[in-house]
């Protein structure tokens, strides 16, 4: 099990850029898949992306494709969603995740969470 703490989050104005950092404790980071999850007000939660163990392998949803990129430091114990030309849709709470399986967190089941960042993005 390891325990997440997400930072970054804020108010920004459509077509701006945001930094979301993860910062894990507990077992070995370096054995864990790491996504990102968002949740908008009304809405089920949804995937956003995820990143491989060494971080050589990265997938994103279509709606982010092109905007966001995930990154990791295995020696900081540290996973990272920069978030590029912002859209109003692109609102939600961001939830960092952790899962010793890739499909688990593809899946929207990984085995721990962080207590959620908000992103408010203005028109």
């Known amino acids: 099990q390891v325990q997440l703490v997400e930072s970054g989050g804020g108010s920004v104005q459509a077509g701006g850029s945001l930094r979301l950092s993860c910062a894990a404790s507990?077992?070995?980071?370096?054995?864990?898949?790491l996504g990102w999850f968002r949740q908008a007000p009304g809405k089920e939660r949804e995937f956003v992306a995820v990143i491989s163990r060494t971080g050589a392998l990265t997938y994103f949803a279509d709606s982010v494709k092109g905007r966001f990129t995930i990154s990791r430091d295995n020696a900081k114990n540290t996973v990272n969603l920069q978030m590029n030309n912002l859209k109003p849709e692109d609102t939600a709470v961001y939830y960092c995740a952790a899962d010793l399986s890739l499909r688990d967190v593809r899946i929207g089941a990984p085995s721990d969470w962080g207590q959620g960042t908000q992103v408010t993005v203005s028109s």
């Open positions: 507990g077992r070995t980071f370096s054995e864990y898949y």
